[in-house]
Every structure is written in structure tokens, then in C-alpha cells.
């Protein structure tokens, strides 16, 4: 059974910084594609980037661009999601995600596997 666990998440001022990190276990992670997923009070859940099974490709929706980076250690089987600059857009719940068939900007559907979520909450 593949488990994915976030941790990370909290209070944070606009402009501050904050490191998500996620541990999978079960499975074997380095043919997972990995992303992570947001959701706002009120709102869809959205990707906010994705990286591929070998680490080499990340893809992010255009609002994180240049402030959020993500990747991912497969010895360790962890995937993390720095985040900087961070605005009170940005507050939501985020997911860690694992897919065996996504790419780039799959949608959620296309995720086998989740974890709880995480709140982060971008406030002055």
C-alpha cells in the first residue's frame, strides 16, 4: 500500500518562505511522476507543479513560476516543494500526489495515490 505523508505547512507573512516536503512509502517511488496539488476554501483543487520520475523535468502553473521549486530524492523517496515570495493567494491546503501514468500538467484524475494535506496560510 503506498502511503504519502506531507509535513511542512503553517503560518507564514507575504514575502516569507516555507519548504513542503512529502515521504512515500510502499511501492516503488522512482516510477512515480510526483506533483503537488493546492486547494483554496471554496476553490478546485489545482496542480502547482509536477516533476518526473527521474527529476530532471518540473512543470508549474505560471502563478508559482519563479517562486516555488520542487523536486525530489529517490534514494530517500521524498519529494519536497520549496516555496518563496509567498503571497496570501497562496494559501490553501496542499497535497502531495503520485501518479504511475501522469505527465506534466495532468490533471487530478490522473493521480493514484495522495496524501492528507498540508494548510499553509500566507498572512500578515
Known amino acids: 500500500q ?3 505523508v506531507e ?4 503560518l507564514v507573512q507575504p514575502g516569507g518562505s516555507l519548504r ?5 512509502s510502499g511501492g516503488t517511488f522512482s516510477n512515480y511522476y510526483m506533483a503537488w496539488f493546492r486547494q483554496a476554501p ?3 483543487r489545482e496542480f502547482v507543479g509536477g ?7 518540473t512543470f508549474y502553473r505560471d502563478s508559482v513560476k519563479g517562486r516555488f521549486t520542487i523536486s525530489r ?3 530517500k523517496n521524498t519529494v519536497l516543494l520549496q516555496m518563496s515570495g509567498l503571497k496570501p493567494e497562496d494559501t490553501a491546503v496542499y497535497y502531495c500526489a503520485g501518479s504511475r501514468a501522469a505527465t506534466g500538467y495532468s490533471g487530478s484524475s490522473e493521480y493514484d ?12
Not at 513542503?20 to 512515500?24: I, K, M, P, R
Not at 516533476?51 to 523535468?57: D, E, K, L, Q
Open 113 to 124: 495515490y495522495w496524501g492528507q494535506g498540508t494548510q499553509v496560510t500566507v498572512s500578515s
Open 20 to 24: 513542503l516536503s512529502c515521504a512515500v
Open 2 to 4: 503506498v502511503q504519502l
Open 51 to 57: 516533476i518526473s520520475r527521474s527529476g530532471v523535468f
Open 42 to 44: 471554496g476553490k478546485e
Open 73 to 75: 530524492d529517490n534514494a
Open 7 to 10: 509535513s511542512g505547512g503553517g
